[in-house]
């Protein structure tokens, strides 16, 4: 069975990514999209003609929305009155599914998934495979997948839709819509985007303090690659005395002491209702 999808915001920068790995592939593409200039970008970069909503809805057995966090209530909602029981609704980031803001259709498929991004540590061969930061291209990408609502026998078709939209792909995960909240915004943004961007900061106040700027993000790249091997056990190495002493020290100057804290369940909501 070719199954159709509906691709809503497919003109957009997100939706564009999708389009590229959703031509040529296993599904048919119906994509929906408001904006004049992303249609002429569909139309130029991929040949494709974007249809009306109604359209797309009457045909589509899955429908994908990449829009906005902040606009999937509205979008879904909106939708809803013309989507089919038995419709798998797939969203792009664990925020909006677990605030709450899926219309209440238990008649509907809810499929959740999102892209790890490929790592630093990888075998990538290519220039276009090292240069693919975010993935989708040429660069292979570990994903997580959550079946939110929706019959067991379901997870299949979801996990191919977003092993076809990701791809290339690492490694597929199965977890839980709370799970991938745990994960983003927890870990991967709260934590992890914090602290890289406190590590900008202090290569700005080297620079700020006399050290070339080429210099300083020399240094700091190339310390963050061989700490991160040591620490993510990508490597057999430990840290020098100095080192550990430096992390002794240095922690309780830069983290509370409660810091984990930002991982707990409220942390995590509250995080998330700022988002959506």
């Given amino acids: ?37 992303g249609r002429q970008r569909l ?24 829009v906005p966090d902040t606009l999937i209530g509205r979008v879904s ?19 909006a599914p677990f605030a709450g803001h899926l219309p209440e259709r238990p008649d509907l498929t809810y499929f959740v998934t999102h892209p ?10 290519t220039e276009a495979g090292r240069r693919d930061h975010f993935g989708g291209i040429a660069a292979r990408q570990s994903i997580v997948n959550a079946l939110m609502q929706g019959p067991e026998e379901a997870y299949s078709l979801g996990e191919r ?20 909240a745990l994960l983003e915004p927890g870990l991967s943004e709260t934590v992890c985007a914090t602290l890289l961007a406190v590590m900008r900061e202090a290569m ?13 993000r020399d240094f700091l790249l190339g310390h963050l690659n061989i700490l991160a091997a ?11 005395e100095a080192c550990n002493k430096a992390i002794q020290f240095g922690k309780p100057r830069l983290m509370r002491d409660d810091w984990l804290g930002c991982l707990d369940a409220p942390e995590i909501a509250e995080s998330i209702r700022r988002i959506t």
């Fill in 1 to 37: 069975m070719t199954e159709t999808i509906a691709l809503f915001g497919a003109g957009g920068k997100m939706g564009m990514r999708l389009a590229r790995n959703l031509v040529g592939s296993a599904f048919r593409i119906a994509p929906v999209e408001v904006g004049e200039a």
């Fill in 43 to 66: 139309k130029s970069e991929f040949g494709l003609d974007c249809v009306e909503a109604e359209a797309a809805l009457d045909r589509a057995e899955v429908v994908v929305l990449a």
């Fill in 77 to 95: 909602h909106a939708l809803s009155p013309n989507l089919k029981p038995g419709t798998m609704v797939v969203i792009l980031d664990a925020a």
């Fill in 116 to 125: 790890c991004h490929p790592p630093i540590f990888n075998d990538e061969t």
């Fill in 161 to 180: 839709v977003a092993t076809t939209i990701w791809a290339p792909i690492l490694r597929s995960h199965r977890v839980t819509v709370e799970q991938m």
């Fill in 204 to 216: 700005d106040e080297t620079v700020r303090r006399g050290v070339p700027e080429t210099c300083a």
């Fill in 230 to 240: 040591v620490t993510f056990k990508e490597i057999d190495g430990v840290f020098s």
